[in-house]
C-alpha cells in the first residue's frame, strides 16, 4: 500500500494532522481554533453522543438545554471560577446593532447560568438530588490549537447536579466517574483509562473535587479523556441554591458537574491509530462492516447487496460500496484510513468458488470467506477486534508505566509514558518542578487502583507524564 | 379538575404561557430573548430530533458541524443575505481579553461559512451532490421573543447541499419538503401542513425559491413549521462554489438549505394543547404511557412494575410513577398537563378485581380494563389517539379556511383562520395591503393543492392568515 501518511515514530504530530486530513474528519474554521467536523468525524462523534447518554440517562440525569450566552456578572460570583475562565472568554458586545448594557459571555462552561436557574427550581429536601445533563457547544479562547484536542469552540456534555448531601453529591460524581465515563471508555472506546483524583493544582477552578480519566496516547503522552467534579457548596453559596431540609431548617445544595467533549475523538484516534490511519472500535463503529465490490461480474452487486441486508439483519452497522468507477485501490486505502473494522472484498473471481474475501483493519488479515458464512465471520471478528484492541491498548500502557523511585526518575520516564512515584515523595513542589519541566502530575490513585478521597491520605500514587 | 391554567377561549397567549409554565417545558433565560428548556421540554425536542434525523439520513444526506462564529465578512458577500440579516446579528469584538481584528458574529445561520468549505470540497461533477446537514444553536437578535416560537437562541437542523443543476437542487428541496418534514409534520407531530410556495416578499434572504409548510394553531393563527430553499447560484457564486463538469468546463453549483426547529415544540403545543395542558401525540411521545400507582396496597407496587416491563417490551415509551407520597392528584394532573398520551392508574381496590384504569388523555375517557390486557388495549390506544389528533388538527383546519372572492373578504375571514384567494385577485399590492392589516400571505399553492414552480403559473392560489 502505497505510504498516505507521515509515519507514527517519524512525527507524531504530523501523523496527527495527517490522520484528520485524508481520513476527512475535521478542519481548521476560519475564526481562530474553531473546527470544522466532517462527516466522517462527526459520525464517530455522534456514537459517542449516544453510547454515553444512555449511561447517562440509566444514571437518572435527564438532558435540558440552557442558554449559550451568559451575562458577564454571572462568571464574577465564584472567585475561583473566574479567576480561571476570564482570560478564555469570548464576548459579546453588540446585540441588533447596538452596544448591549451588559456584556455576554458565549459559555466555557454552564455551572454559573445552570446555578442560578437550580436556586429557582430547588425549595425543598423533595427536590433533590436534581440531575441534569445538557448536549452543548461552549467556547474558551485558547492560545495553542488543535484538532479534537484543544479547540475554542467543542461539543460537549456537561452533567450538573444539586444533592442534599455532601455524601450524596461525591457518591454521584463518582458514579458518573465510573459507570458512565470508565465502562464507556473502556468497553466502548477500548482505552484503558487511569481512574484518580487530580491534585489541588490540576483541579477545575470552583472545584472542591476533580476526578479524571487518564489515557495514555500511541506517543507516551497522557490524555485528559474526561472528568467529574465535587463543587461543595461553593457555586450554592454563589448562586444561592438553598432547600428546607426535612430538619425543618434552610440548607445549601452540594452540587457536582461532570464532562466529556469532542477531545475524546481525538484520544480515539492517538490511543488506536497506526500508519496506515484510524483503527476504530467495532463496539464504537458507525461503520462496522464495509461490503465493497471490487469489480462488476456476474451476480457481485447481487450478492453485494444481499450480504449487506444480511449484515443488517445481523445488528451489524454496514455500508454498502459499489462505486466501481473509483479504482479499488483508492476506495480500499480509504476504508483503512476511516478505520472501518471490517471489509468485505467481493470480486468476480472469487465469487466463482462461492467466495468473498473478509479484510480486517485491526490485524490486517485477509481471510477468504464463503459467502453463506459471512455475517457469523463478521460478527465474530467485531467482538474478537474489540477486545484485542483494548488489550494491545492496555499492553502498551504496561510497557509504558514505569515505578520511579524518585522526582528525578520520575522526571525522566514521563518522556516515554507514564511514571508512577509515590506521592509522599513527590508533594506539590515536587509536583511544580515537574511542571516546569513540561511534565505533570495526570492524577493520585490509591495503591490497589482505588480513587482517593483527600490527597492527605497515606500510600498515594502519582502518575506522572507529559500530556495533551 | 381545578382550573390550572387560562382557558384557551379567554385569552389564548396567556393559556400558551400557562402551559409553558406548568408542564415546565421552558423559562426565559437571563439574557434578553435567550431561553432554558426544561427536560420536559427538551425530551420532545430529542424525539422531534430523532425523528427527523431519520428521515433526513433516509434522503442522503450526512451529519457535520460547522463553527458557531463567523467572520462579519463572510455575511457580506450575499448582498440580500446580510441585508435579511444585518440587524439580528450578535457580534463578538473580545476574545482572550483582546480585541478582535475582525469581529465575528454568531451564526444566524450558516449558509455562508459552509459555502466557504464547499468550496474547498467540491472540485468535479463527481463531487455533487454534496449533502450535508448539521444540527446546532444559531441566534438572531429578535426584538419581541416568545418561547419557543422566536427566542434569539434556538436550536434547528440546518440542510446545506450543492448540485450539479438547477434541476436536480430543485428536486432534492422538494424532496426535503415532502419526505422529511411534510412526512414528519404529518404522521409524526399529526399536524396536518399547508405546502406551499413563499412568495418574494416572504422568500429567504438569498434564495430564490422558498418552499414552506404552514399549520394553523387553535387560535386561528397560523404558524410556519419549516422551510426549504432553492438558492440558486447566489452563494454559489459568491463563494465560489465551482466545478468541473462532465462536459470539461467549469460551472457554478446549485445549492439549497433548509430546516426546522424548536419553533416546532411552540406548534405542537399550540395545534393540539386544550385547557388541561398539552396533548403529545403518540408517535412523538417521548413518554407514551405512564403506569401511576394511585395508592399503595397489596400487589399494587408489584403489578406495577410488572406492567411497566410489559409495556417496554411491547415498545412502548412507558414511565413508572410509584411516588405515593404525593398525592394523587397533583400527579395526575401534572401528567395532563404533560399530555402523556396513556395512564394507567392501579389502585388496591380495582387491583381486588384484577382491574386498572386506562385513562386517554386525547378523548378523556377512563376504562377499566383487566390486567392481562393492559399492554394491548395500550398499543390499540395509541394508535386510534395520534389518528384522532390528526383528524381533529385537519377538522378544525378545514373549519377554519375560507374561500374569499375578494381581498377584503380575505383579510376579514384571516381574522379566524386561513383564507384561499386566487393569487390573480390579490398579487404583490393585495399582499402589501393585507400586511398593513397584519394579514399575510402564507403560502401559494395550485388549485390541485401540488406545489407551484413560480408565482406566476396561471390559477395558483394563496393561503392569507395572521401569524406567528
Redesign the interface.
Known sequence: MARVLTPQAEDFPRWYQDVIAKAELA?N????G??????TG??I??RMVAEVDLRIKDAGA??????????QS?LQREAEHVEGF????????????KELDE??V?RPTSET?IG??MA?WVQSYRDLPLL?NQW??V?R???RTRLFLRS??F?WQEGHTAHATKDDARAYARRILHDVYEDFMVNVLAIPVVVGRKTVRERFAGATDTYTLEGLMRDGKALQMGTSHELGQNFAKAFDIGFLGGDGQQHHAWTTSWGVSTRMVGGLIMAHGDDNGLRVPPALAPVQAYVIVVKDGEGVAETAAQLHEELKAAGVRVKLDTRTDIPFGRRAVDAELRGYPVRIELGPRDLKEGNVTIARRVDGSKTPVAVGAVAKAVVEALEADQKSLHDAALAYREAHTADAATLAEAIEAAGDGFARLPWADCGVEGENEANAKGVSVRCLVRADGSVPDSEDEAGLVAYLARSY
Open positions: 478542519e474554521g476560519p475564526v481562530r474553531s473546527q470544522v467536523i466532517r462527516p462527526w459520525a462523534w455522534e435527564e438532558n435540558a438545554s440552557f442558554p449559550l450566552l451568559i451575562p454571572y476570564a482570560p478564555e472568554l469570548a464576548v459579546v458586545t453588540i446585540g441588533g446593532g456584556p455576554a458565549i447560568v442560578e436557574f429557582k441534569l452543548a457547544n467556547l479562547w485558547e492560545k475554542s469552540e461539543h
